[in-house]
């Protein structure tokens, strides 16, 4: 029987699978276990809002023989009150998949895509406020109080409560928009094209205040500044500039750094060594693929060809210019996954090692542990990581052993933990909370993570 009132808490404490300790977590860190509201089995997806304040599943419930109309259940939580927001009914023509959901950052919106309509809900209300049957990019104010819909050439925002139409934004012939986004504070709309270009306008003015060419971009949480980057053969720049004004604050050229920094390492073997006075070191040469721009926008992260024919690893200011780090990797075909989160980035080892270097800071300053070991015995290599979930700021793990759960602290010696009959919903953005649903009873739950 569905239940609407949280009626238990207790603290997740599971067997070990490598620790005489029965916390699942580390002893630096606490994990609670809050078990929200039944839920039916058939849960296919879910879906978690920016401010990692609420949940949602959704699940097919079945077709109306007499209409042909095919039933699903979204269902949205609070993590706050752990109690159920609205049971959202969203009724199709046809069985197709859900090819795409998402709450808007305060959890008010829920935007749900079967090809071909794409439609918009108050998650309150439980009512349907908008649809679009054509292709469409879709972005929802932080405030929740407008969206936004581009259909290639065109940008349209959209009251979020009334879905009356606010402003068009143009943009220039033949650019098709592939992203778009809008910044923290809600005071401007970002549109990528796929001829490269940034277009950027203020809310509420139809015109572009201004125009890059690039291939990524990052706002600063404060929504005070913007870094572009734009790759042309064999370099990468970065572009900040400080918002509103745009003005550009730093720009950054790798190759030329890469170029310095072999000029200056020539000189000191020359002065180092007088019989190396004919020396030259060659500049290391920029990778284009597999460079990450911090979420932060104030590093980037990328590959290099050594002089010595290997793979480097190289971390670069974006404000200052400044080399943070640089790390062989192995040979140009060896293929490494790096992955931000804020100043910190995951570097693995190996398949079941990483260690995080942190930019701010200049050093590495953990090492991460990856490996599960499930009750069926020792997974290797890439089954370790396809099969095992990060979490945003590295420090928790899951891996789905069958019907089980394991979960476990990134950090060495932490414990492994095992949920009998569970299965993974998702990490919220800021990793304070694992999603979580049981597989008998139904119910959707969290394990919050407190260091």
């Known amino acids: 029987m569905e239940q609407d009132t949280l009626n238990y808490v207790k603290r997740a404490t599971y067997s070990t699978q490598r620790s005489s300790r029965c916390a699942l977590y580390a002893t630096s860190n606490t994990l609670v276990l809050f078990l929200l509201l039944a839920l039916k089995l058939n849960a296919q997806q879910s879906v978690v809002s920016g401010n990692s304040k609420f949940v949602g599943t959704i699940s097919y419930q079945g077709k109306d023989k007499s209409t042909g109309i095919h039933t699903y259940s979204a269902k949205v939580y609070s993590v706050a009150y752990n109690s159920l927001v609205q049971d959202v009914q969203l009724r ?21 895509y079967q090809q071909p309509e794409h439609r918009v809900y108050n998650v309150k209300t439980g009512q349907q406020i ?10 929802f104010a932080h405030n929740d109080n407008y969206f936004v819909v581009s259909n290639f050439e065109w940008v349209t925002a959209f009251d979020s409560y009334t879905a009356e139409e606010l402003e068009h934004y143009q943009i220039a012939p033949d ?20 001829r490269k270009q940034v277009v950027v306008w203020k809310k509420g003015q139809e015109k572009a205040r201004k125009k890059f060419y690039g291939d990524d971009l990052v706002l600063s949480a404060n929504g005070k500044e913007l870094t572009v980057t734009r790759t042309q053969s064999n370099d990468l720049s970065t572009f900040t500039y400080a918002l509103p004004e745009f003005k550009r604050l730093k720009k950054q050229s790798v190759s030329k750094i890469l170029r310095d920094r072999a000029r200056e390492q020539t000189l000191d073997a020359r002065a180092s060594d007088p019989t190396r006075k004919s020396t030259i070191i060659r500049a290391s040469k920029f990778i284009p693929e597999g460079y990450k721009l911090s979420n932060v926008g104030n590093y980037v992260a990328f590959f290099a060809e050594s002089a010595n024919d290997e793979k480097e690893l190289i971390v670069l200011s974006t404000l200052t210019g400044e080399i943070l780090l640089e790390e062989v990797m192995g040979t140009l075909k060896q293929t490494v996954d790096i992955k931000w989160y804020n100043d910190s980035l995951m570097i693995p080892e ?20 990856l490996e599960f070991f499930p009750e069926s015995g020792r997974i290797r290599g890439k089954k370790q990581e396809q099969g095992r979930r990060i979490s945003p700021n590295f420090k928790l793990g899951v891996y789905a052993e069958g019907a089980d759960l394991l979960v ?28 979580i649903q049981n597989t008998v009873d139904g119910r959707v ?3 919050e993570a407190t260091d």
């Open 130 to 139: 908008a649809k679009f049957n054509f292709p469409v990019r879709m972005a």
């Open 175 to 194: 650019n098709a928009i592939t992203e778009l986004s809008i910044s923290p504070d809600d005071s401007h709309i970002i549109a990528r094209t796929d």
């Open 350 to 369: 190996n398949a079941v090692k990483a260690v995080v270097f942190n930019a701010s800071q200049g050093r590495y300053d953990r090492q991460l542990e």
């Open 92 to 112: 199709f023509s046809s069985r197709a998949d859900i090819d795409s959901v998402a709450l808007s950052f305060n959890g008010k919106l829920l935007y749900v």
């Open 445 to 447: 739950g969290y394990i």
């Open 408 to 435: 476990k602290g990134n950090a060495e010696d932490d414990a492994q933990g095992t949920l009998k009959q569970h299965r993974f919903l998702g990490f919220s953005p800021n990793s304070a909370y694992v999603f």
